[in-house]
């Protein structure tokens, strides 16, 4: 069975701890999953020169961030890695590095320990290259797609939209441009226009502020290299968070399984 492909806006740590329609949405995603032998995730969180991918059973959990509540700091994921699927992800990717000092960063934990909470699945993380443009980033996600068909859940966790300098408190709204440019990706998702959602900066205007960095938009582009012909696409999490945080998720799947998210 092919597995599906997921993209999730992670949003902020504190999701971690919430009970709101972000998390309601990750726990029943949880339970309509069929359940993988492993998870690869690539997070928006870990950058490195050249690929790299997480080499540590277990690998720690890391508090990648400041100035939140103290129990935010004591959240722990305890999934087991997987030399296994290391050892698959070389064999995809001989220049792959082994790293052996990052673990699980919230761009992957804060979802997964409300997704799958048992913590009982291995999970490795698959490093953001600096050295590639978006296209490059695109052309490497397609070697990983075998691993789909090897019972790997892949999930790519960003936010398409993401501008910290622009966030309003918990009930602004959002500003015009963030749901222009939600829209617009949205939009050639539907359409399974790959190249322009790679070339996103020509795709909106609206683009210059929704993404001034591109690291939170980057895994989505993993999440369309393993995307199968065949594959439908559903959306959940429809909505911007703080003016300027599209918490807009979606998942790939065989054409036979239903999500009611």
Known sequence: MRMPAIFVGHGS???????????????????????PRAILCISAHWETDRPAVTDLDP??????????????????YPAPGSPELVAELQHLVPELRRDTEWGLDHGTWAPLRHIFPAADIP???FSLARAFD???HNTLARRLAPLRE???????????????RRVKGSGGAPHEWAEVFDAAVAERLEADDADALIKYPALSPAARLAVPTPEHYLPLLYVLGVRHP????????????????????????????????
């Open 123 to 125: 999970v490795v993380q």
């Open 13 to 35: 740590p504190m999701h971690a701890l919430g009970q709101g329609a972000v998390v309601r949405h990750w726990a029943r995603l949880g339970g309509e999953l069929p359940r």
């Open 150 to 164: 090897a019972g790997v859940l892949i999930v790519g966790s960003g936010n398409i939209v993401h501008n910290l």
């Open 59 to 76: 690998p720690p959990t890391i508090h990648d961030f400041g100035g939140f509540p103290a129990e935010l700091y004591e959240l722990h």
């Open 134 to 136: 978006p296209a490059g």
């Open 230 to 261: 065949e594959d439908r696409l559903h959306f959940f999490n429809k909505f911007i968070e703080m003016g300027s945080l599209s918490m807009r998720s979606f998942i790939l799947h065989a054409g036979g399984e239903e999500y009611e998210l």
